[in-house]
C-alpha cells in the first residue's frame, strides 16, 4: 500500500508551498489521478517515488516512510518498490532495447531474467524489437518497452506519467488495457497520472487535482 498525508512541496525558498489532497492506493489496486497540465501531477509522481522530497508530509509504501530513507537506501528501495513510466521513455539509445531493460536489474545489482524478458516482450507485442535500438521503434513500440523496462524487476507500485496524452482512441483503449494486465499479472499496484479525461469513467479509485492554490504562511 502507498499512502501520500498532509503532502506539502516547495521547489526554492522563495517559491509558493504546494499542497495536495491525501491518498491511498492498496497493494495490488489501481488509482488515477487527474488534472489539468500545469496542477503539479508530475510534481506529485516524484514526491510518491522519493524523487522529491516533501517539505511536509508524509508519503509511506507498506509502512515504510519514504522520509526515514536517505542516499543509496532510498534509491534502493525506489528501485526496488517502483516501476516509473515516464513521459518521455529516457532510453539509452546505443543499447538495445532489451539492453535498456536489464538496466534496473544492473542498478539494483541482479541478475537479469533474459527469458522472462522476452517473455514480457512477447506479451506486448515486441518482442521481434528486442535486438533492436529505441529510436527505430515507433512511438506505441517506445511506449509499450518502457511498460516493460518498468515491469521487468516485478515492483509493487507502478506509476504511469500520461501514459496515453499522445494517443487515439484505440490506441488509449488498448495501451491501457494491457498496462493493467500486465501490472496484474505482476501484482503491482497501478498510480496512472493524466490530464486525459477519456480514463476517468474507467477508474472508480481517483483523486482529481485542481489548480494548484499556493500555501500562505
Given at each position: 500500500?502507498i499512502?501520500?498525508?498532509?503532502?506539502q512541496?516547495?521547489?526554492?525558498?522563495?517559491?509558493?508551498v504546494l499542497?495536495?489532497p491525501?491518498l491511498?492506493?492498496?497493494?495490488k489496486g489501481?488509482?488515477?489521478l487527474?488534472?489539468?497540465?500545469?496542477c503539479?501531477?508530475?510534481t506529485?509522481?516524484?514526491?510518491m517515488?522519493?524523487?522529491?522530497?516533501p517539505?511536509?508530509g508524509h508519503?509511506?509504501?507498506?509502512?515504510q516512510g519514504?522520509?526515514?530513507?536517505?542516499?543509496?537506501?532510498?534509491?534502493?528501495?525506489?528501485g526496488e518498490h517502483?516501476?516509473i513510466i515516464?513521459?518521455q521513455s529516457?532510453?539509452?539509445?546505443s543499447?538495445?532495447v532489451l539492453?535498456?531493460?536489464?538496466?534496473p536489474?544492473f542498478?539494483?545489482?541482479?541478475?537479469?531474467?533474459?527469458?522472462?524478458?522476452h517473455?514480457l516482450l512477447?506479451?506486448?507485442?515486441i518482442?521481434?524489437?528486442a535486438?533492436?535500438?529505441?529510436?527505430?521503434?515507433s512511438?506505441?513500440?517506445?511506449?509499450?518497452a518502457?511498460?516493460?523496462?518498468?515491469?521487468i524487476?516485478?515492483?509493487?507500485?507502478?506509476?504511469?506519467d500520461?501514459?496515453?496524452?499522445?494517443l487515439?482512441?484505440?490506441?488509449?483503449?488498448?495501451?491501457i488495457?494491457l498496462?493493467?494486465?500486465?501490472?496484474?499479472?505482476a501484482?503491482a499496484a497501478?498510480?496512472v497520472?493524466?490530464?486525459?479525461?477519456?480514463?476517468?469513467?474507467r477508474?472508480?479509485?481517483?483523486?482529481?487535482?485542481?489548480?494548484?492554490?499556493?500555501v500562505?504562511?
Amino acid at each position: 500500500m502507498i499512502t501520500c498525508t498532509d503532502v506539502q512541496f516547495q521547489y526554492h525558498a522563495d517559491s509558493p508551498v504546494l499542497s495536495f489532497p491525501d491518498l491511498e492506493c492498496e497493494n495490488k489496486g489501481q488509482l488515477l489521478l487527474l488534472g489539468d497540465s500545469g496542477c503539479g501531477k508530475t510534481t506529485m509522481l516524484h514526491v510518491m517515488c522519493g524523487i522529491l522530497q516533501p517539505s511536509q508530509g508524509h508519503v509511506a509504501v507498506n509502512g515504510q516512510g519514504l522520509g526515514n530513507l536517505s542516499g543509496r537506501a532510498l534509491d534502493r528501495f525506489r528501485g526496488e518498490h517502483f516501476g516509473i513510466i515516464f513521459q518521455q521513455s529516457h532510453f539509452i539509445q546505443s543499447l538495445s532495447v532489451l539492453e535498456n531493460i536489464a538496466i534496473p536489474h544492473f542498478l539494483l545489482g541482479k541478475p537479469f531474467p533474459d527469458q522472462e524478458a522476452h517473455k514480457l516482450l512477447s506479451a506486448l507485442g515486441i518482442s521481434h524489437k528486442a535486438h533492436d535500438k529505441p529510436n527505430i521503434l515507433s512511438i506505441g513500440e517506445q511506449q509499450r518497452a518502457s511498460i516493460a523496462r518498468a515491469l521487468i524487476h516485478r515492483p509493487s507500485i507502478v506509476l504511469a506519467d500520461e501514459p496515453t496524452s499522445a494517443l487515439d482512441d484505440t490506441s488509449t483503449t488498448a495501451v491501457i488495457r494491457l498496462l493493467e494486465e500486465q501490472c496484474t499479472e505482476a501484482g503491482a499496484a497501478l498510480i496512472v497520472v493524466t490530464h486525459d479525461q477519456r480514463l476517468k469513467s474507467r477508474y472508480k479509485n481517483r483523486v482529481e487535482l485542481m489548480p494548484l492554490s499556493p500555501v500562505t504562511s
